[in-house]
């Protein structure tokens, strides 16, 4: 079941209403699905704010409160977050209402575990894809999926193939594509580059007769 309990009000459609409800410290929003149609409405920017640094993220399920003529709950995932590109303000929402016996695909967030691990040893960790697609029903949506790399050495990476997945959840993208790598630090990478092979160390100089 969701978690996240967020107020929402109907507000009217249009560019102007939407910011003068910003002026009055909410987020506008959408709320679309099959039950609801497509509804107008804004949330709190308080509360908001509060679960995103909470860590409230696309493709989390929560629960809307909507207070349109009555209160009624609706079961909705998080679709779309717009965000002002230099202040990073939330600008718009966007919900998709499902029901709790949905299959959905989102995107989720891939966390890696260990990294300071494979610091201490020398190696540097490139995350090369940090968002998965995913397949799983609405009461199965993991927040994230971690993947752990302290085992990991220079030279060897994983793949979606290797991600631990929670039951029910099918992963959407190519299974031998990397998640993430390890590598040896640049200055090391230019040194190994500079140093001559066994045949060159034992060519005699000049290079000629």
Known sequence: MPEITLRARRREAGKGPAHRCRREGWVPAVLY??????????????????????????????RLDLE?????????????I???????????????????????????????????????????????LPRVWVQAPVT???ADIEVDVSGLAVGEHLTVADLRLPPGVRVLEDPDEVVVTVVAPRHEEEKAAAEPTAGEAGAAPGGGA
């Not at 409405?41 to 640094?53: F, S």
């Not at 349109?68 to 679709?79: P, Q, S, Y």
């Not at 717009?82 to 939330?90: F, T, Y």
Request: charge should be negative; aromatic fraction near 2%; hydrophobic fraction near 40%.
């Open 33 to 62: 699905g099959r039950q609801v149609g497509s509804i107008p409405v804004q949330v709190p920017a308080r509360e908001l704010d509060r679960h995103l640094a909470a860590g409230l993220r696309t493709g989390a399920v929560v």
């Open 68 to 80: 349109d003529g009555e209160r009624r709950e609706w079961t909705a995932v998080l679709k779309e």
């Open 82 to 128: 717009q965000r002002d590109p230099v202040s990073l303000r939330v600008l718009h929402l966007d919900f998709q209402q499902v029901s709790l016996g949905d299959v959905l695909e989102v995107e989720i967030p891939v966390v890696v575990k260990g990294g300071e691990e494979v610091v201490r040893r020398g190696g540097i960790v490139q995350h090369q």
């Open 140 to 142: 199965a949506i993991p």
